[in-house]
């Protein structure tokens, strides 16, 4: 089984937010879904076959506390010592998670594994549930000239993408899944 989760936000007031670029993935790539709302996991899901795909309701802060108990759910964290989560544990082939990245270029995708948050609270707080770094993270870019010069981070993550913005970000998609098949 592999996870793949988009961070976000819920409501439409981010629905198109920047913050919200995992969620936008997830909805390009799987034009059909019908997401369903899972109250035990704190997440919208969408399974397939061999994929349970999942955006957290938590709000982007509290991400960790959904993704920990899908994780758990499924027994797919394993634990040393009775209830003690061996820490560090490599979860690369299992948990894919999806975010905005304010340090990368808009219009680039970067895959990585087994780093640190750079200081998106998102990851920071599934880090924390999970006591790993070790999974796998597509990062998508979403800094821009504007950025650098007129908003604070915390105020420019929460804006809309423009129409433009939006449509180059389902080309962006298409053209990675085409690369790095996750369907």
């Known amino acids: 089984m592999k996870i793949i989760v988009a961070l976000g936000n819920p409501g439409n007031k981010y629905e198109k937010s920047r913050h919200n670029a995992g969620w936008f993935f997830l909805d390009n790539l799987l034009k059909n879904a019908t997401w369903q709302e899972e109250k035990k996991f704190k997440a919208l899901i969408y399974k397939d076959a061999n994929t349970f795909y999942v955006k957290p309701l938590t709000y982007?802060?509290?991400?960790?506390?959904?993704?920990?108990?899908?994780?758990?759910?499924?027994?797919?964290?394993p634990k040393r010592l009775g209830l003690f989560t061996k820490k560090e544990q490599d979860l690369s082939e299992i948990l894919t998670v999806v975010h905005d990245d304010l340090d990368l270029d808009f219009g680039k995708i970067k895959v990585i594994k087994n780093s640190r948050s750079a200081g998106h609270h998102g990851i920071d707080s599934i880090i924390k549930h999970l006591k790993t770094k070790n999974f796998t993270r597509i990062k998508i870019g979403i800094k821009n000239e504007f950025l650098?010069?007129?908003?604070?981070?915390?105020?420019?993550?929460?804006?809309?993408?423009?129409?433009?913005?939006?449509?180059?970000?389902?080309?962006?998609?298409?053209?990675?899944?085409t690369k790095n098949p996750l369907i």
């Open 60 to 77: 982007m802060n509290l991400s960790g506390e959904s993704v920990r108990k899908i994780l758990d759910f499924y027994g797919l964290i």
């Open 148 to 177: 650098k010069k007129h908003i604070p981070p915390e105020k420019f993550v929460l804006q809309n993408f423009s129409q433009q913005e939006q449509e180059m970000l389902k080309d962006l998609f298409s053209k990675f899944q």
